[in-house]
């Protein structure tokens, strides 16, 4: 029974268009995050939500819209994407220090 | 502002060999520190974690950490390589309160040779 989901794992599309990733947790956790893993492997976290409220936005494009209908979900809207916006996207929950990682979505932008 | 160094981008041991993967962290409060595992195409695994109990963690998999405050540093050991910990390994410290934000370090890729 996995603990932290996202949908899809992988997503092929064109520069301009608009994707969104699905993310769901099952362990009872307030908090729910957005990490971005560049090439380099550089993980960088995106936004965090605790309790459906955003409480971090890391001067990110306002192209990228998280939303969280209820504490157990979190996703990530991308409007008219750009190449640079490749990367794997993780999400990740959290009760206190620590979070549990999803297995990520690859987006490739082409 | 809180960071974390990782000493080393890739780290290569022999088999039965010790690992040393090396973290220095700042912060001007008392951190959490953490080490997560990552293995290809696959999410972070949270290998263990110090939260100002013992100052000598004990995690998954074998390995360990020491949190020196005088050196602040956290580095992660395991006795004897075996060829499954070949991975990349990131140190992480968490800041701030309520969703305690966590920023990682630039990993470090463990090659194990047989």
């Known amino acids: 029974d996995t603990a932290v989901s996202q949908t899809p794992k992988y997503l092929v599309t064109q520069m301009g268009n608009d994707k969104s990733i699905k993310c769901e947790q099952n362990l009872g956790h307030d908090t729910m995050y957005w990490y971005k893993q560049d090439s380099k492997k550089f993980l960088k976290i995106m936004f965090s939500y605790n309790n459906k409220e955003l409480i971090i936005n890391e001067t990110v494009p306002n192209r990228f819209s998280p939303k969280s209908p209820d504490k157990a979900h979190l996703n990530l809207h991308i409007n008219s994407l750009e190449l640079g916006d490749s990367a794997v996207y993780f999400c990740a929950s959290s009760q206190g220090a620590g979070p549990s990682f999803g297995q990520g979505t690859r987006l490739t932008v082409v | 502002a809180q960071s974390v160094t990782q000493l080393g981008s890739h780290v290569s041991v022999s088999e039965g060999a010790l690992v040393l993967l090396r973290c220095n962290y700042s912060s001007s409060v008392p951190p959490y520190l953490f080490w997560y595992v990552q293995y290809p195409n696959q999410g972070l695994q949270l290998l263990l974690k110090?939260?100002?109990?013992?100052?000598l963690v004990k995690g998954i998999n074998g390995f360990e950490a020491e949190f020196k405050k005088s050196e602040t540093s956290f580095h992660l050991t395991k006795p004897s390589a075996h060829m499954s910990d070949a991975a990349e390994y990131f140190c992480?410290?968490?800041?701030?309160?309520?969703?305690?934000?966590?920023?990682f370090g630039a990993g470090t890729r463990l090659f194990v040779k047989a």
């Open positions: 992480a410290v968490s800041v701030g309160t309520g969703g305690f934000k966590t920023i």
């Open positions: 110090y939260t100002s109990a013992a100052t």
